[in-house]
């Protein structure tokens, strides 16, 4: 099963509009990642959260965490089509070794 | 820095034959992890490695699959024989340990067995 789980699995919305992803660890937390990637390349780093409660805010997308729940949300306000492709939330779990896992993905269309 | 170096970006290959894929890290990086992204199962951990030794090698699917790290600035990942199951796209990545979340990854590697 996945450690990390991420909803919804693909999203497609209009131009302008906000939107939600979430993330959801069956472990314990020391590090939550969110990384966006375009199709056909690897993976770039978005934003990094570490304490509960913690926000973050990149240009028009906001992450935050909930430690006790072990979830956090990424939201992006006013969409583009720049915002288009795959986010994943990735974590440092530390299950028996220092490693870093990724979540299921989350595919994001925008369209005009 | 270049960042994260993979060779080849895409491999097409016959069943049954061998495969070696490879990896630069970024210099001064000492964490390296091995990834494969597929549709059906997304982006798993392979193997990863810290200052060159294999410390978690779970998530490698069978034998067939092998790395190593001879030194810090270069790894592969060798999959004998192939198969049609293992096409798929492979990422390296690497991240220093102060942050290992922080990870940089390569363009990928595309894998196609036939």
């Known amino acids: 099963s996945q450690e990390l789980e991420q909803s919804p699995q693909s999203l497609i919305v209009q131009e302008g509009k906000n939107l939600t992803i979430n993330c959801t660890s069956s472990?314990?937390?020391?590090?939550l990642y969110w990384y966006k990637q375009k199709y056909g390349e690897g993976l770039i780093f978005l934003m990094m959260?570490?304490?509960?409660?913690e926000e973050k805010s990149h240009e028009k997308i906001t992450a935050k965490l909930d430690e006790k729940k072990q979830q956090s949300s990424l939201h992006i306000t006013a969409s583009q089509p720049s915002h288009a492709g795959i986010y994943l939330c990735?974590?440092?779990?530390?299950?028996?070794?220092?490693?870093?896992?990724f979540g299921t993905g989350t595919r994001l269309q925008v369209f005009p | 820095d270049a960042g994260v170096i993979q060779s080849p970006r895409h491999e097409v290959t016959e069943m049954g034959q061998e495969v070696t894929l490879r990896c630069k890290p970024i210099?001064?990086?000492?964490?390296l992890f091995w990834y494969r992204q597929t549709m059906m199962r997304g982006l798993e951990l392979l193997i990863y490695?810290?200052?060159?030794?294999?410390?978690?090698d779970s998530g490698m699917p069978e034998d067939r699959f092998s790395a190593k790290m001879p030194n810090a600035s270069f790894s592969t990942l060798k999959i004998q024989p192939s198969e049609p199951r293992d096409s798929a796209v492979y990422f390296c990545?690497?991240?220093?340990?102060?942050?290992?979340?922080?990870?940089?990854f390569g363009q990928g590697t595309r894998l196609t067995v036939v």
């Open positions: 990545a690497s991240s220093s340990t102060q942050k290992p979340g922080r990870a940089f």
């Open positions: 472990k314990t937390l020391y590090g």
């Open positions: 959260l570490q304490k509960g409660g």
């Open positions: 990735g974590a440092d779990i530390r299950s028996q070794t220092d490693k870093l896992i």
């Open positions: 210099s001064g990086h000492n964490s």
């Open positions: 490695f810290n200052n060159n030794v294999p410390i978690d």
